[in-house]
């Protein structure tokens, strides 16, 4: 998740270094810093990668955390680029300013009405009247905000968007391998572009949609441009979705298909999540924007401890096993990584033992307790704080707030050097960790 640390401009601040200095404190194989813009425009405190300004700041990143590390952490960086989406207007400025009066809307009032008072008619409707009146474009617009869509071929810059995307996405790249950084993840997952283009909801009529040959062809394509840019001895590998959780989305069998097809074109490894999209998010308030980790397919990105019978772990890994399944099935031994509910040290290890995946990640959990691995290496392991699932954290993200745990966020605000959220209620680092000291917990 973002950790909503950077600065309006896309930059780096103290506290974005904070944040993964702790992190890499922690000793993790490999640290994955934040989906990072490729473009360069405004996105508010997301962090950016679209122009060589934004080099130094990164720089600085890889060095924190080779320090923290102290050289045993590799470092990722994750590449993302959106689409736009509106917040949700009051109807007063959709139906005055934002919607385009038709013949369609004309006619509903007999062509006797001008396009102002069809304007206040429709302001006038209930809801159900409006679901006859507008399209489906434009009742969604007005109920939940307007939504680009990598489809909307009528949009100039949609229609370039296979011409513009692999040269932005190996820039961003090459920017990464110049700060430091040792491998990039191209962010093909949940609501944002990439994925689009790989859901079976793409119906794009230009070879770029439609049958998965189409819909794989820009990823193949942004992977190709970003590996002769960067070359053989940096490490690029894609994060996507093993199932799309909503009607008519991806399905697992397509995933493991488009795996096979990423791990023949040469990616160094697969990080498989799911759901996470904007078609089933729950319709947001006036004023804020739709988040697409709120529906069903939200919930599976993300799950919490109030759940279903199933629980909220290791709900991706039958659909992650497919995956390497299919992949080892072609001879090829590129890593998967499993994500998603994966808190523990006995099950980790029994994914890997049984073969379900080659390589664990863990946000949530590291959140909880950024120094778990270091813990359970040093055999204390009952000292770990384990995630509770309450999703406390990504509450805070769905409302663009500075991400922090509960677990730890209250402890020691005191503390000398302590850097607080902006309102100053919450520590925004774990507290440290001394292996050095004795605790009754130690295994």
């Given amino acids: 998740m973002v950790p909503w640390r950077a ?4 930059l780096v601040t103290p506290e974005l270094l904070e944040w993964y200095r702790r992190f890499a404190e922690g000793q993790p194989a490999v640290l994955v810093v934040e989906a990072t813009g490729i473009r360069d425009i405004p996105s508010g405190p997301l962090l950016r990668i679209g122009d060589d300004r934004f080099i130094p700041g990164l720089e600085k990143i890889a060095a924190t955390v080779r320090e923290a590390s ?6 990722f960086i994750q590449l993302i680029d959106f689409l736009r989406i ?3 207007p009051t109807p007063e400025k959709f139906f005055n300013r934002y919607l385009e009066i038709t013949a369609h809307h004309r006619s509903t009032f007999g062509n006797s009405l001008t396009d102002e008072q069809v304007r206040a008619a429709l302001l006038d409707m209930d809801e159900e009247q409006l679901r006859e009146v507008l399209s489906s474009r434009e009742y969604e617009s007005y109920a939940r905000g307007y939504r680009e869509r990598v489809d909307d071929l009528h949009l100039p ?3 370039e968007l296979p011409r513009v995307l692999p040269k932005l996405f190996a820039d961003a790249a090459v920017r990464a391998r110049r700060a430091g950084f040792d491998g990039v993840e191209l962010h093909y997952a949940h609501a ?3 994925a689009s283009f790989l859901s079976a909801q793409n119906t794009r009529d230009d070879g770029y949609g439609g049958h998965p040959d189409g819909r794989v062809r820009l990823p193949l394509e942004v992977y190709r441009a970003v590996r002769r840019s960067v070359g053989d001895d940096f490490v690029v590998g894609a994060r996507y979705l093993t199932e799309d959780c909503t009607e008519g989305g991806l399905t697992p069998q397509e995933a493991a298909a488009f795996g096979v097809q990423f791990a023949r074109a040469g990616m160094d490894f697969l990080s498989l999540s799911r759901g996470g999209k904007f078609e089933d998010a729950k319709q947001p308030k006036i004023g804020a924007a739709a988040y697409p980790y709120t529906g069903r397919s939200g919930y599976e990105c993300m799950p919490q401890y109030i759940s279903d019978e199933r629980g ?3 709900r991706n890994l ?6 390497r399944k299919a992949v080892r099935s072609e001879q090829m031994d590129t890593p998967i990584v499993a994500a998603g509910g994966v808190h523990g040290f006995l099950e980790a290890e029994r994914i890997l033992r049984e073969g379900e995946a080659d390589i664990i990640a863990a946000a949530r959990q590291s959140l909880a307790d950024p120094d778990w691995y270091r813990k359970i290496r040093l055999g204390k392991g009952k000292q770990v704080r384990v995630c509770r699932y309450t999703n406390y954290c990504e509450a805070l993200d769905t409302r663009h707030k500075q991400v922090t745990c509960e677990l730890w966020d209250r402890e020691q605000l005191d503390e000398p050097g302590v850097l607080r959220s902006a309102d100053g209620k919450r520590r925004l680092a774990a507290p440290s960790w001394d292996p050095t000291e004795n605790s009754d917990n130690d295994d």
């Fill in 192 to 194: 944002y572009t990439m």
């Fill in 86 to 88: 509106n917040r949700r």
């Fill in 7 to 10: 600065t309006d401009e896309g």
């Fill in 157 to 159: 810059h949609i229609r």
């Fill in 318 to 323: 039958d659909a992650t096993a497919q995956v």
């Fill in 70 to 75: 102290k050289g045993r952490t590799r470092l």
């Fill in 312 to 314: 909220p772990f290791g």
